[in-house]
């Protein structure tokens, strides 16, 4: 069945770049779809690859096996201060502060900054550890805002909404949704292209995705459409993926237990590749140690 979906991705991708405007993806070796074998701590891997055509894609991706013992995921927590709900941070900042074995930028936030500590609001829902930081916006104003992505421990859901059940301790706004139940939920018409992260569950909810596509990098990566980012997780195997904020935002880490913090994209804030951009929120990936015996 999981080979069958794939397929159904690739045929897909092959169909939509055939009959959209542009520079077509088609041309080239089949996306590699082995699993990665870069180990980041139990049940957590992480490759990166290039996506076949004659538009030069870069994608990162960190694979999480949602029934690894002692799993959990979060949203980063907000600002002490009243003044603004989040205080910026890099994702790698946030990972090394945090704990986290893993992480990826969140939703949308305003306004951008070049440096770490400055005040950040989220634009729309944003809870972090049973703490409400930021109110679900409006339908008005939530922009291309209008999904969910909810995290209880290692249980994740994707869901076409303003805000995340109350059952669920951490999730926050983002979008648009990509993908819903394997079928595709963006214009693949449109090829407007820049970097993107992205986050996908397969059908079982027991396998997730995060995912970076580099942009803005001529010769390098071109970046991707809402579509084609949907197509690489559908590729992959997920069933239901969200946008994440993508821009100069995009930015995917791991822990080294030697280096520290290192990036698996090449971020480009400030229009410089290489340099994060501080962000308000971010989804960390956590494991519990093991008792010693």
């Not at 957590?44 to 870069?58: D, E, L, N």
């Not at 869901?159 to 079928?183: I, K």
């Amino acid at each position: 069945m999981k080979l069958f979906k794939q397929h159904l991705g690739l045929t897909a991708f092959l169909a939509l770049s055939a009959c959209a405007s542009g520079v077509p993806l088609s041309s080239g070796k089949p996306f590699d779809l082995t699993p990665p074998k870069n180990v980041v701590a139990d049940g957590i891997f992480y490759s990166q690859r290039a996506w076949p055509g004659v538009v030069p894609m870069q994608v990162a991706i960190i694979e999480i096996d949602l029934k690894a013992q002692g799993l959990s995921l979060a949203v980063s927590g907000g600002s002490p201060s009243e003044s603004s709900e989040f205080l910026s941070k890099t994702t790698s900042t946030y990972l090394r502060e945090s704990g986290a074995v893993a992480a990826i930028n969140g939703g949308y936030f305003g306004p951008v900054v070049a440096t770490e500590g400055q005040g950040q609001d989220a634009q729309g829902f944003a809870k972090s550890n049973g703490r409400l930081i930021s109110p679900a916006a409006t339908p008005e104003t939530a922009g291309v805002a209008k999904a969910v992505v909810c995290f209880d421990r290692k249980q994740v859901q994707i869901l076409a909404a303003l805000a995340c059940p109350g059952r669920f301790e951490n999730g926050l706004a983002a979008g648009p949704l990509l993908v819903q139940e394997d079928v595709l939920k963006v214009d693949p018409k449109n090829l407007t292209r820049h970097p993107r992260s992205a986050l996908g569950i397969n059908a079982e909810a027991d396998r997730l995705w995060l995912v970076t596509i580099d942009g803005r990098q001529k010769g390098y990566s071109d970046g991707a459409s809402f579509a084609e980012t949907a197509l690489v997780l559908q590729a992959l195997g997920a069933a239901d993926a969200i946008n994440l904020d993508g821009g100069g935002s995009t930015t995917l880490v791991y822990r080294d237990p030697v280096r520290g913090p290192q990036l698996l994209n090449r971020p480009i804030q400030g229009g410089i590749p290489g340099t994060e951009r501080p962000v308000a929120t971010h989804i960390g990936v956590f494991l519990k140690a093991k008792p010693k015996s």
